[in-house]
């Protein structure tokens, strides 16, 4: 069997609207809770588990998510008609913009605990160019 992620835990100020906001942006569904986590699963299985924790405990992670390109565009307009800020960086300095990077195209966003959540349609290191981030 080769080496595969399962599933992260994502700490949250509230597991429930941090499933729910990022379930809404890609345009998949937030589970059932299990236990104290609720659960979002991507295509390729894999489980993001948001968990509740102190807000002392909130250290914001980065998330990046790899979209095909009418995805991107559903997420993007999901985005916008929400009023949610992004950037084409991850410096979070070129706001209402996308990157293409890579041949593809990308932005970055905050979910409800500050973390950093990225979209692409084309992964890292797609072109021999393509150095930056």
């Known amino acids: 069997m080769s080496v595969e992620l399962n599933h992260t835990i994502v700490h949250a100020r509230d597991n429930r609207e941090s499933a729910a906001f990022l379930a809404r942006v890609l345009g998949l569904e937030a589970g059932a809770p299990w236990g104290p986590f609720v659960p979002v699963e991507t295509a390729n299985g894999v489980t993001l588990d948001f968990a509740t924790v102190p807000a002392a405990d909130l250290s914001p992670q980065h998330y990046a998510f ?18 949610i800020t992004f950037y084409a960086d991850p410096h979070l300095t070129l706001p209402g ?31 021999p160019e393509a150095g930056t981030r």
């Open 66 to 83: 790899l979209l095909s390109d009418e995805e991107f565009d559903a997420a993007h307009a999901r985005i916008r008609e929400a009023g």
């Open 97 to 127: 913009e996308i990157n293409h990077h890579h041949g593809g195209r990308g932005l970055y966003f905050r979910d409800p605990a500050g973390h950093g959540m990225e979209i692409i349609t084309r992964p890292y290191g797609s072109l």
